[in-house]
């Protein structure tokens, strides 16, 4: 059971002709069967509580740690470099080597590792980690 206050993405389902598939938005409603999904900016006038009513499989729960898409301010792609200037005022900056062919996918990738982990040597230790206890 997905809990009040919990941020879920909307499903594909039939729900609202699948009007809101990939939005998000807070649980703030339980109804029998369906859950009351309040999505800014759009408030649903059928409901008392503005909220839109879906079936609970038709969401998905957000992880709190996720990175949106709207922390992001800025991204920048010069030479080998990928510059990804955050909301929150800070900026990560990855380049890929003189050998390796430049991706722009990966040196973004890379950058949001970067963010989530603090270092590019603590990206390291956790994909290692993981590589270790697959063997």
């Not at 941020?7 to 009351?36: M, W």
């Not at 030479?79 to 900056?93: A, E, N, Q, R």
């Not at 990966?106 to 590589?131: E, L």
Request: proline share 3%.
């Amino acid at each position: 059971m997905i809990t009040i206050g919990t941020k879920v993405a909307i499903l594909p389902c039939d729900d609202y002709r699948n009007r809101f598939i990939g939005t998000q938005g807070i649980v703030q409603k339980y109804y029998h069967n369906k859950v009351g999904v309040k999505i800014d900016g759009c408030k649903n006038p059928e409901s008392e509580f503005g909220v839109f009513w879906f079936r609970e499989e038709s969401l998905a729960v957000i992880p709190t740690n996720a990175i949106r898409d709207d922390a992001i301010r800025k991204i920048i792609f010069i030479g080998p470099k990928t510059i990804v200037i955050w909301s929150d005022g800070s900026k990560t900056i990855v380049s890929c080597s003189k050998d390796d062919t430049y991706d722009g996918y990966i040196g973004f990738c890379a950058a949001v590792a970067k963010k989530m982990f603090g270092s590019t040597s603590q990206v390291k230790k956790v994909i290692d980690k993981y590589i270790k206890e697959g063997k």
